[in-house]
């Protein structure tokens, strides 16, 4: 937008406000931030947990990296500068579920940590951000490469690849560091839903979690 017409905008007040979303649906809103190697588990983390979560009643989704990708940022490569703005556009997205009071989970590289601290930045509120190291291997991850992907850019079909030939730096004070090898998914889901629980972001533990088939 250019400097005449970003004048000419203003916020507008919702009269409805976060803490009427937040006490009406019981929980608070936050962002999940996970971030970490391709094939370390962010995304089947992120949506195992929003699985588990929306079983227990909360207001969540799970902003996943290539499906955003193929719409919000179909226009971006995969430069320091596209990966920039990518993870630019999903903090401002991530912010807004926050503010209606959603759990909100992003699975993203985000491979550069200024990215990362930008994002926090973003955040009406300082707990909102909670990232979520993903930690695993990169001899690991390469193990698993489910897409193929690592295969690839060794063969030099994939440039600026993250952990081969273009920069991955793992956050240095993230909430919460979840290591993916040789563990369950399940446990490391755990993990996760038990420090929502700790930092009172959800209810305590219920008397007996519902299942999926009486949702």
């Known amino acids: 937008m250019r400097d005449s017409e970003s004048k000419n905008v203003f916020w507008q007040r919702n009269p409805v406000s976060r803490e009427d979303r937040e006490?009406?649906?019981?929980?608070?809103?936050?962002?999940?931030?996970?971030t970490g190697l391709s094939a370390s588990g962010k995304s089947t983390l992120a949506m195992q947990v929003e699985?588990?979560?929306?079983?227990e009643g909360y207001f969540t989704y799970v902003l996943d990296g290539d499906n955003v990708r193929q719409g919000l940022s179909a226009d971006l490569a995969f430069s320091p500068e596209d990966r920039t703005e990518n993870i630019r556009r999903i903090g401002e997205v991530a912010k807004l579920f926050a503010e209606a009071g959603?759990?909100?989970?992003?699975?993203?590289?985000?491979?550069?940590?200024?990215?990362?601290?930008?994002?926090?930045?973003?955040?009406s509120r300082e707990e909102d951000f909670i990232e979520v190291h993903v930690s695993c291997p990169?001899?690991?991850?390469e193990?698993?490469?489910?897409?193929?992907?690592?295969?690839?850019?060794?063969?030099?079909?994939?440039?600026?690849?993250?952990?081969?030939?273009?920069?991955?730096?793992p956050p240095e004070a993230a909430e919460l560091v979840?290591?993916?090898?040789?563990?369950?998914?399940?446990?490391?889901v755990e993990e996760i839903v038990s420090f929502l629980?700790?930092?009172?972001?959800?209810?305590?533990?219920?008397?007996?979690?519902?299942s999926a088939a009486r949702q």
């Open 23 to 34: 006490s009406r649906r019981g929980h608070r809103g936050c962002v999940l931030w996970f």
């Open 51 to 55: 699985q588990r979560l929306f079983e």
């Open 178 to 188: 979840v290591e993916t090898q040789g563990r369950e998914v399940e446990e490391c």
């Open 138 to 141: 990169i001899e690991e991850c």
């Open 102 to 123: 959603a759990i909100v989970a992003t699975a993203f590289i985000s491979p550069y940590r200024r990215d990362r601290d930008r994002v926090r930045r973003l955040m």
């Open 143 to 169: 193990r698993r490469d489910p897409k193929g992907l690592y295969r690839r850019a060794r063969a030099g079909e994939i440039p600026d690849f993250t952990g081969i030939d273009a920069p991955y730096e």
């Open 197 to 210: 629980r700790q930092r009172s972001y959800i209810r305590p533990e219920p008397a007996s979690r519902p």
